[in-house]
């Protein structure tokens, strides 16, 4: 553990804790992917599956735990509780494409032919993917609420924190996973335009609008 | 460095 990778995990634990009280606080998801919500949790669902057979540490099974659950929480919250609330109409992304491409690759690209790995393999491509649906509405609506920005601020952070804790781990543990990389840095640039926007709109003060 | 079956990463 270096403190990029430390804090990557508190940025994407933040990125989960914002959305979650946005939803809550405000009684409403609108303005949220339900759809890049149902790939975080189809991620956390097939990434975690070593919570069963492996024991790293309390740190990682809680870390573990908490977004496994708050990821289906969040689906629950959206698809159920406040189902009235939900834009379906702007979120139109078609996520086979997302997820068919990506079982395809995790089949051909991975460290080892077996299930455990392909389906850690499919959720790291998965993962760099996941928040298309998300980026589309904000593009279809042309906004985002600020709140909604934060969220997508912490979690484009996290991946891009990793890359650093990666970079760290090469030189001075002399280890690196090729796939999370690549992956990892694929995620990142997909939040560039975001970041830009972020960085001269929102922390000044004005409300993410995409120029028309 | 291949397989990492020990996955420490979230």
Not at chain 1, 15 to 42: D, E, H, N, P, Y
Not at chain 2, 1 to 10: M, P, Q
Request: hydrophobic letters at 50%; proline letters at 1%; aromatic letters at 16%.
């Amino acid at each position: 553990m270096n403190i990029f990778r430390l804090a990557g995990d508190l940025s994407h634990l933040a990125a989960i804790i914002i959305l979650l009280i946005k939803i809550w606080k405000t009684r409403s998801c609108a303005g949220i992917s339900g759809r890049s919500q149902v790939l975080f949790a189809i991620v956390f669902i097939t990434r975690y599956l070593d919570l069963f057979t492996n024991f790293i540490s309390a740190y990682n099974t809680a870390m573990k735990v908490f977004f496994l659950g708050s990821s289906i929480g969040t689906v629950y919250l959206m698809y159920l509780k406040f189902k009235a609330t939900y834009d379906h109409n702007h979120d139109t992304f078609r996520i086979e494409f997302l997820l068919l491409p990506t079982a395809l690759l995790s089949l051909v690209l991975n460290h080892e032919f077996s299930v455990m790995e392909i389906l850690w393999t499919f959720s790291i491509y998965l993962e760099s993917v996941a928040i298309l649906p998300q980026l589309f509405m904000v593009s279809k609506t042309g906004e985002a609420e600020s709140i909604t920005s934060h969220y997508l601020f912490a979690l484009g952070s996290y991946r891009g924190l990793y890359i650093l804790n990666w970079i760290y781990r090469y030189y001075f543990e002399g280890f690196y996973d090729i796939i999370a990389i690549v992956a990892g840095c694929v995620q990142t640039i997909l939040y560039c335009d975001f970041f830009y926007l972020y960085i001269t709109k929102v922390l000044k003060g004005k409300k993410l609008q995409l120029p028309a | 460095k291949g397989t990492s079956t020990n996955k420490d990463e979230l």
